[in-house]
């Protein structure tokens, strides 16, 4: 099976309500598709969002790093030789993570159906049933904590709760949220690194001495800041989990040794794909770390490879949020992954197994490989 063309498409879908975070505020999904063609007839999936605050990358970004960059590499190549092809991914340029990601995902859905299996059985098998939280945007009080009372009723235990936008009102907003779910829901905090380090420390010694237990707080400080990371970690109850601070396996070993958090989050899209994202996780379960997956604002697509992953790696991965497909008015993509709200499992369809894409904007984009 050799890859013999490189195809792109755009895919836009609405969101329930507008996911609002301290760096961002967002109405749609809107994303890249990349199709792998290959000569036995077989096609691959993956995508990518443009998410230029967190990861750099935009829509036309990604388009030129996969077309000028990573698709010459890949024409021609031989699918069974998946660590030689993800390394020439890896290797053809510096950051563009996203794009690399999109690309790898496509790759492995054709290694899965190369071998006729489900991805999660090729990394290692696992149970293909796992459990997501629901992201609740930041908003005014009383929307928060009516939209984490229908998430509740939706069947969601866990819910994580954006904050970083204004410290005073952050503490009530999560003290309201508690007080109108505890004891049906746990509660994850993510700031999107917006507080400096004494605020977190202050808001989460408030919280703590309130009664709220908290699971998590996701990256209370900027992503660069590991010291700052460092002296919230050591000042709190509340585990404290790293997101932008980690990228890549090299930036988790840093982490790890200036024990600087203590629970890292994966993303494919941060982390330029599958191959990466399993060698964090392997970094992580080496020191007893445990690890969250995540994702951006996608759909079915790349959510599913990371729902290959999570099972593949459930001994080190525990914490699961994939909620894109639930964020989402519909769901236009049907692949071998079932996503029923706070449920998510996996069939026995090969690869991906993406059966169609509804939708789906072809991008007419000049082959700069085939000059």
Not at 192 to 207: C, E, H, I, R
Not at 312 to 325: E, Q, Y
């Amino acid at each position: 099976m050799k890859i013999t063309d490189i195809r792109f498409g755009r895919l836009r879908v609405p969101l329930k309500t507008p996911f609002k975070t301290a760096l961002r505020t967002v109405n749609e999904i809107d994303d890249i598709v990349v199709i792998i063609k290959t000569d036995t007839g077989h096609v691959g999936y993956g995508e990518a969002p443009a998410t230029a605050v967190i990861t750099g990358d935009t829509l036309g970004s990604i388009i030129d790093a996969i077309r000028h960059y990573i698709a010459p590499r890949l024409i021609g190549q031989e699918i069974a030789n998946l660590n030689h092809i993800t390394r020439l991914i890896q290797d053809s340029m510096e950051k563009n993570t996203s794009a690399k990601a999109a690309v790898e995902i496509a790759v492995h859905d054709l290694w899965g159906q190369l071998y006729d299996a489900p991805l999660y059985q090729l990394l290692g098998g696992g149970d293909p049933a796992i459990t997501t939280d629901i992201t609740i945007s930041v908003d005014y009080i009383d929307k928060m904590v009516a939209d984490s009372l229908k998430a509740v009723e939706r069947g969601f235990e866990s819910l994580k709760i954006k904050v970083g936008k204004d410290l005073g009102v952050d503490i009530e907003r999560v003290k309201a949220i508690h007080a109108a779910v505890e004891g049906r829901a746990l509660l994850r905090l993510d700031a999107n690194q917006g507080w400096t380090a004494k605020q977190a420390v202050y808001a989460l010694n408030n919280l703590e001495e309130a009664g709220v237990k908290l699971e998590l707080v996701e990256q209370p400080v900027k992503a660069r800041d590991l010291d700052g990371l460092l002296y919230v970690t050591e000042r709190v109850q509340t585990p404290v989990m790293a997101d932008e601070s980690v990228f890549d396996p090299m930036q988790a070993v840093e982490l790890i040794r200036m024990r600087a958090a203590d629970i890292v989050n994966i993303k494919l899209m941060k982390t330029g794909g599958i191959s990466n994202a399993i060698k964090l996780a392997d970094i992580a379960a080496l020191h007893g770390v445990e690890c969250m997956i995540g994702c951006m604002l996608e759909t079915s697509i790349s959510v599913a490879a990371a729902v290959h992953v999570a099972v593949a790696k459930a001994d080190v991965i525990t914490k699961i949020d994939l909620d894109g497909p639930s964020l989402c008015t519909l769901d236009p993509v049907d692949t071998g992954v079932l996503f029923n709200d706070s449920e998510i499992s996996i069939t026995d369809a090969p690869g991906l197994g993406v059966r169609e894409i509804r939708g789906l904007e072809p991008l007419e984009v000049a082959q700069a490989w085939a000059s």
